[in-house]
């Protein structure tokens, strides 16, 4: 059973950083790993970035682009997401995902296997 836990959330002020991490039990996975945050109220999680486990190609939400970054580090089996010039807004919930796919990773229903997730308030 593989197990994916978040961290590094946390309260930021509105312009500021953020570095969340996600440590995975075991490197199982062949397809890809992302992030995905849920707004209070929400039904669905909403895409943020994928890295492609063979190969490294990403992709982010049109939100993130030039200011997020998902990397990860294979020693560690651990997920990163950078988050720059943090918007103000209500709590978010961010989630690690993880899937054996190569399609559809935009969509919460390509992964099998999620994390407990991290909060993430960006607020003066």
């Known amino acids: 059973q593989v197990q994916l836990v978040e961290s590094g959330g946390g309260l930021v002020q509105p312009g500021g950083s953020l570095r969340l991490s996600c440590a995975a039990s075991?490197?199982?996975?062949?397809?890809?790993m992302g992030w995905f945050r849920q707004a209070p109220g929400k039904e669905e999680r909403e895409f943020v970035a994928?890295?492609?486990?063979?190969?490294?190609?990403?992709d982010y939400a049109p939100s993130g682009k030039g200011r997020f970054t998902i990397s990860r580090d294979d020693a560690k089996n651990t997920l990163y997401l950078q988050m720059n010039s943090l918007n103000p807004g209500v709590t978010t919930v961010y989630y690690c995902?993880?899937?054996?796919?190569?399609?559809?990773?935009?969509?919460?229903?390509?992964?099998?296997?999620w994390g407990q997730g991290t909060q993430v308030t960006v607020s003066s």
């Open positions: 995902a993880a899937t054996r796919q190569y399609i559809y990773l935009t969509s919460e229903r390509a992964y099998a296997y």
């Open positions: 994928f890295i492609m486990l063979n190969g490294g190609d990403t």
């Open positions: 075991a490197r199982t996975f062949v397809g890809a």
